[in-house]
């Protein structure tokens, strides 16, 4: 999908840059657009290495374990297939804490491994169970304690109050998290 | 909301420190970690930066923004968001290199600048996520997903226009 949408963009600029006699323009954002995305990207490493190197002390210290600890009750009621499966039990809880820490990619291989165990408990072959499908729900509306990425990016544009936004979005992410809940139950209902 | 990272920071070390956990190996280790995720989006970005530039030097984003500025304008939503809208379910990083052209042309500290970080930080890439997560198993159809999860997106984009008018 990225593939044609990004052609397409590259393409429309261009011949739009023509039409409108910009075509220096245009030439000159591939230049300095090309060396802006890499200065901006590590202007966000150094943030982004920090959260996540604090994070694994957290983890190291049994801080994760903990907070581990109190999700478990809700997971073990959100995901009734893996109730006598403590291994994707533990799968789904660490992907889903990791995702709420700010891992990021820390969480890929739990998660395939959460989808892979629902997918052996649910039996369904192709066709996902709803514990599957609930799980992937959850993850789109993920919950995020501290968005690194984009309170790097604020700070770096000269923001006065970068962490300002976190507030509003831990609310709007607990909104969009029962919703998500929500939508789910109604959309496989209607089948 | 200034406190927040100082207190977090304290409160993990102070927890390594008690705790007696190698606490700066663990942490170089976790730094060495993030950094990568972060640099393995360079060439991403790149090409996706690279692209919204040519289209905003082009006029292209002009066009659309006056386009799309009398409807929008009714309902109070700033146009610039409106392709971070479109985008955010299906790439992060397209939506990242886009919540960056909005700060960079509104200001992070804008309406517009603030919704669309509140939009980045609350939802995620639904297909992104079903794609990679599904890997390795039989499952094909995710019957009720991708409309929970765009819904669940659309909520996250109205919450956030509704609160960071409020807060």
Known sequence: ?????????????????????????????????????????IGMVGICAFWCGLIRILEAAGGLAALQKWVRPVIVRLFPSAKKDPETQQNIITNLTADFLGLGNGATPSGIAAVQGLSRLGGDGERASRDICLFLVLNTAALQLMPTTVIAMRAGLG??????ILLPTWITSLGAVLMALLAYRICRGRR | MKYILPALIF???????????????????????????????????????????????????????????????????????????????????????????????????????????????????????????TQGTPVKKLPGVIPAALIANLFACIFALLICKIL
């Open chain 1, 1 to 41: 999908m990225l593939n044609i949408i990004w052609c397409v963009l590259l393409m429309v600029g261009i011949l739009c840059g023509i039409a409108t006699g910009r075509t220096e323009a245009v030439t000159e954002a591939v230049v300095n657009c090309s060396r802006e995305a890499v200065t901006f990207a």
């Open chain 1, 159 to 164: 923001s006065q109050a970068a962490m300002d």
């Open chain 2, 11 to 133: 409160l993990i070390v102070s927890l390594g420190l008690v705790r007696k956990v190698a606490a700066f190996e663990h942490f170089t280790r976790g730094a060495k970690e993030g950094a990568m995720t972060i640099l393995n989006l360079v060439p991403s970005l790149v090409g996706l930066i690279t692209a919204i530039g040519v289209l905003r030097a082009s006029g292209a984003l002009e066009i659309l923004g006056n386009i799309l500025q009398t409807p929008l304008s009714y309902l109070g939503v700033p146009e610039e968001l409106l392709p971070l809208v479109m985008v955010r379910p299906m790439s992060g990083s397209a939506a990242l290199a886009v919540v960056r052209d909005i700060l960079e042309n509104c200001g992070p500290d804008s309406y517009a600048g603030r919704v669309a970080c509140v939009m980045m930080g609350s939802s995620e890439t639904v297909l992104y996520t079903m794609a990679v997560y």
